[in-house]
């Protein structure tokens, strides 16, 4: 869908853990990369706004001492994770007493607690960890130590990266939330432990939308009159917003969607032009009233 909207080539590169696509942003070999909570990433990325959230938690044998996540922190505790992942970069900023050892990615890093070289493995909820337990015994602890919100990331070169292709990943990625489309991949995906991120604040998305306007008068899809009569109105919500008066900040929302339902029915923007549009708009306006 982004590659649609952007009308670029797609093409999937599969890495097997995060060092080599770390090796792959450091040689150009990719333009975007869903990868990284950005509270955790590393240097030379940007990222967007979160789209799923992921429960970590730690995988023990079944007759491990452990009963929560507190426990496993402790003297002599030995925990595998898969190198630069979410889980690795913050256990390594806030275990005190517990050894971590890292692994070029999972199978790895679950294979050492199959062979019992360490206490406990440290990562995510999804199938990968739902296999080894089935085959090889095993307990996910019922609380976890992070949520890690991943998003997509962008390379911070001047080749690859700019404000305005990062304002448009974080638009598609708001919509992607809101229609349902993430969600349908995580159920497609069957991705245990894995949700939808909160919506971000709703003068963040009114921006977002300021800046999808914006775009559609470059492309020529509006006039500079029409696209001012968009603006106008959701820059009027941002002021209601500012001012903390919510509700008529939401009544530009709803004079902004019936504009772009008149732009639409009147064929001055398209189904796909407008839909975008009304399903952030709407669903801003369903969640600040209800």
Not at 83 to 112: C, F, H, M, W
Not at 236 to 248: Q, V
């Amino acid at each position: 869908k982004l590659a649609e909207g952007t009308h670029a080539q797609f093409v999937a590169i599969a890495y097997l853990g995060v060092p080599p696509l770390l090796v792959g942003l450091a040689n150009g070999d990719w333009a975007a990369a869903f990868a990284f909570d950005q509270t955790l990433e590393p240097p030379g990325i940007t990222a967007a706004i979160p789209h799923i959230g992921v429960d970590n938690t730690y995988l023990v044998s079944a007759d491990a001492p452990f009963q929560k996540v507190a426990d496993v922190d402790a003297p002599g505790v030995r925990i595998s994770v898969a190198q630069g992942s979410s889980g690795d970069i913050y256990l390594g900023r806030t275990l005190k007493y517990a050894t971590l050892v890292r692994t070029a990615a999972t199978p790895q890093a679950l294979d050492l607690l199959r062979t019992g070289q360490v206490d406990a493995f440290a990562g995510g909820r999804g199938p990968q960890v739902l296999a080894f337990i089935a085959c090889c015994g095993g307990r996910l602890l019922p609380d976890n130590f992070l949520i890690a919100n991943l998003a997509m990331v962008v390379p911070d070169t001047a080749t690859r990266h700019s404000g305005a292709g990062l304002q448009y990943i974080n638009e598609f990625v708001d919509w992607a939330k809101t229609s349902g489309l993430v969600q349908e991949a995580i159920d497609r995906a069957q991705q245990g432990g894995t949700h939808v991120t909160p919506a971000v604040p709703p003068a963040q998305r009114i921006a977002f939308l300021q800046h999808h306007v914006t775009r559609l008068v470059t492309n020529g899809a509006l006039n500079d009159g029409q696209g001012k009569a968009l603006g106008v109105k959701l820059e009027g919500a941002l002021r209601k917003l500012a001012d903390g008066e919510t509700e008529p900040a939401m009544n530009k929302v709803v004079a902004f969607v019936n504009q772009v339902e008149a732009f639409r029915d009147a064929g001055i923007l398209s189904e796909g032009q407008s839909a975008s549009l009304l399903d952030i708009a709407r669903d801003v306006v369903t969640r600040a009233t209800t």
